[in-house]
């Protein structure tokens, strides 16, 4: 069989059905979701599968405990987890359970095979055995009697049983390992498995006496044996394959060998007996397994016993599926452990989905619609390399290939870098101010069609990590639906011949710290800023943040306005939030030149410098605290992400800070020396 195959054969583990579904199991699933998606996208054919792992002493156990027959107990926990995968969006193309008969003839068969090779034997066995992990331990492994792996106790066992010749193959995988590093992803995992192999490996015990473990696929040549529950599971990779093709070796042909993300706990089963067991029956060993790391809740080991189990369906209901998805795989690094706390996805859900990709979003298209209430905006002809387009052409391969790699906390990280370049290019470019001016129309038009074209390419580039807002992105966009996509069609800038959007409910609603939604925010907005929002030339400026005092009025104390209030800072101002405070971009600026405004008693017109390709203009009310040339050259603290206005004629791009003092205003300074551009915080 060639090791070649055209196909993206990609597994999860098979669950254990003892249990309703966590978060551990949801993780692994929605990272094998988003690698299988994203080599869809990349025009490869991909077979995705997950199921469920059905036999065994510990389900058995729990059928026992609930007084119900295994079979029936598992078809009752099993909807669980189908639900939860389709919460989720997961889009696996089989679902295995090793009660089905093609995967226990598939089992039969690879155990009649081992034996008629003489592979396996009858013996005798003594130990120590592990029941919830259902594995064997020598003398040698165990000590104070507790398991080596999961260090629950163990017990002493004695029985003829029958076992697999593992051993004979010990050096062949140590073989290819050497020369298949990138066999065992990330390298820590490869170590740990290179590790193991130093040790002598023992022969594997692959059955249980029935009269014991009642429940698993009779040996086809011991009928009073029921199958190890281990050799059953990972024979399923092979029995699925076996059976979409014409004859079980077509299917196997077609689709092996796979690729395996999998949980650090059951490495050494996958990289170490796996790979034997597949070399015994004269299949290649896997392509790739991965294995990553383990979720903690606020530093603790996840456990019923602790009550601190996090129920992935409740939050998909609190939060939907796409938040859930994002934050599982934003948060922590794919092969680390990672801690999961609500405030943490509260925080993404604000900070990255609501702020960052939502208001995006929103403000572009209200921009889109306002502009050009007749949609049509058209892709710009010829003109030189735009900024937009060679920033996607410098960071969305990156999200591709980090995705590939399985580095999916980078590939996020790198996608939002570009969402933030978004959002600068929007202050920056400021279509609002634009729109003013008739001769700068075709500026406009490009500006928009720039980032309406990059919001697309951000749908694309999303659509395997957050499918269904990557579908209402494009719905927002008027653009074709995910279903139709491939990245090597769509994945490029330019590539609508026009935009007509329609903008939609926002992509994602903010939450309080409790989690709940804060749908009424522009109701509980103050009246005054709301007023100010519906005179702002920016007809997407956030309601929480002041217009730039367009009429003087907007009760904050900043330089930026013509009637700076002397009163001190009002002790009943409304609390903000940390994500409210979070939306303000403050930067030094030098101020380059000054002059007065004409007509005005109090507003200077400055140009500051805040290392952007050409100073801002900002109007200020400072001119009775400083003459114009005492000003030029002076460092100064700038609001860079205020919606820009008009004063006495004169737009300004920012607002400076300012303290209130007796007679004036006294412009706040860093006390060291800062370059222009330097970030506050
Ligand atoms: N049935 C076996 C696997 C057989 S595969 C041939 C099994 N099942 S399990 O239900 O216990 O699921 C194990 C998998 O769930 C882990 O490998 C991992 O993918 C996931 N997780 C379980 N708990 C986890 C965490 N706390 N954190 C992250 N993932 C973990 O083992």
Request: charged share 25%; aromatic share 8%; glycine share 8%.
């Amino acid at each position: 069989m060639s090791d070649r195959s055209p196909w993206f054969y990609l597994t999860t583990p098979i669950y254990y059905v003892n249990d309703i579904p966590h978060i551990g199991h949801a993780y692994t699933t929605v990272a094998a979701d988003v690698l299988a998606r994203t080599h869809r996208l990349l025009g490869e054919p991909v077979f995705f599968l997950t199921g469920t792992d059905e036999h065994g002493q510990k389900v058995w156990q729990s059928a026992e405990r609930h007084n119900l027959p295994p079979q029936v107990y598992v078809d009752r926990i099993l909807p669980r987890f189908r639900e939860l995968w389709e919460k989720l969006g997961i889009s696996n193309d089989d679902f295995v359970r090793t009660t089905q008969p093609r995967h226990v003839s598939g089992v039969r068969d690879a155990l009649a095979r081992l034996q008629e090779k003489g592979d396996i034997y009858e013996g005798a066995y003594e130990g120590w055995y592990c029941l919830p992990d259902e594995r064997f331990w020598t003398d040698k492994d165990v000590e104070e009697g507790l398991c080596p792996e999961c260090r629950r106790p163990v017990e002493r066992i004695s029985e003829t049983n029958y076992f697999f010749r593992m051993s004979g193959y010990q050096d062949w995988l140590v073989s290819h390992y050497e020369s298949h590093p990138e066999a065992v992803r990330p390298e820590s995992r490869y170590n740990e498995v290179m590790g193991f192999l130093r040790k002598p490996l023992g022969d594997l015990c692959i059955s249980r006496p029935k009269s014991r473990v009642p429940w698993g696929i009779p040996l086809p040549f011991a009928p009073d044996y029921v199958t190890y529950v281990w050799f059953d599971a990972l024979l399923n990779y092979i029995t699925v394959p076996r059976s979409t093709g014409a004859t079980p070796d077509d299917g196997l042909a077609r689709l092996w060998p796979g690729t395996h993300i999998v949980g650090k706990d059951i490495l050494t089963t996958h990289a170490v007996y796996w790979p034997i067991l597949l070399r015994a029956l004269e299949l290649p060993p896997p392509r790739m397994i991965f294995a990553h790391g383990w979720w903690t809740v606020d530093g603790q080991k996840m456990s019923k016993s602790r009550g601190n189990v996090v129920d992935p369906v409740g939050l998909v209901e609190t939060f939907g599926a796409d938040a859930t998805r994002y934050f599982l795989l934003r948060e922590g690094q794919f092969g680390q452990d990672v801690d999961f706390s609500r405030d943490a996805l509260i925080n993404r859900i604000n900070r990255d989905l609501a702020n960052d990709l939502g208001n995006l979003l929103s403000r572009v298209a209200a921009m889109a619609v306002k502009f050009f209430p007749e949609g049509g905006i058209p892709r710009p002809a010829g003109g030189g390399r735009r900024e937009v387009e060679s920033e996607s052409a410098r960071l969305l391969p990156e999200v591709v290939s980090r995705t590939v790699s399985l580095e999916f906390h980078r590939a996020l990280a790198t996608l939002w870098e570009f969402v933030g370049f978004l959002n600068r290019t929007v202050d920056l470019k400021a279509p609002w101010v634009l729109a003013r001016d008739p001769e700068k129309a075709a500026e406009l038009s490009e500006v928009l069609y720039d980032l309406l074209e990059g919001l697309r390419l951000v749908a694309v580039h999303l659509t395997p990590y957050l499918p269904a807002t990557a579908d209402r992105i494009l719905e927002i966009l008027d653009c074709p639906g995910t279903g139709a996509l491939s990245l090597p069609v769509h994945g490029t800038f330019g590539q609508a011949d026009a935009y007509s959007p329609r903008p939609g409910a926002p992509l994602f609603p903010r939450r309080d710290a409790s989690g709940a939604l804060l749908s009424d925010e522009p109701e509980r907005a103050p009246r005054k800023a709301q007023k100010e929002r519906a005179s702002s030339s920016d007809p997407s400026a956030p309601a929480s943040l002041p217009s730039g005092g367009q009429d003087g009025s907007s009760g904050s104390s900043p330089a930026g306005q013509e009637k700076p209030s002397p009163a001190p800072a009002a002790p009943d101002a409304p609390q903000i939030t940390y994500d409210d405070f979070s939306k303000l971009r403050l930067a030094t600026g030098i101020i380059r030149e000054a002059v007065a405004v004409p007509k005005s008693k109090k507003l200077l017109k400055l140009a500051v410098d805040i290392g952007e390709p050409a100073p801002r203009t900002v109007v200020a009310g400072i001119a009775g605290s400083y003459p114009p040339e005492s000003l030029v050259g002076k460092t100064v603290v700038v609001v860079t992400n205020l919606a820009p206005a008009t004063l006495m004629g004169v737009t300004s791009q920012g607002m400076l800070l300012a303290a209130t003092v007796p007679d004036g205003v006294s412009l706040l300074t860093p006390d060291r020396e800062a370059p222009p551009g330097a970030g506050i915080r």
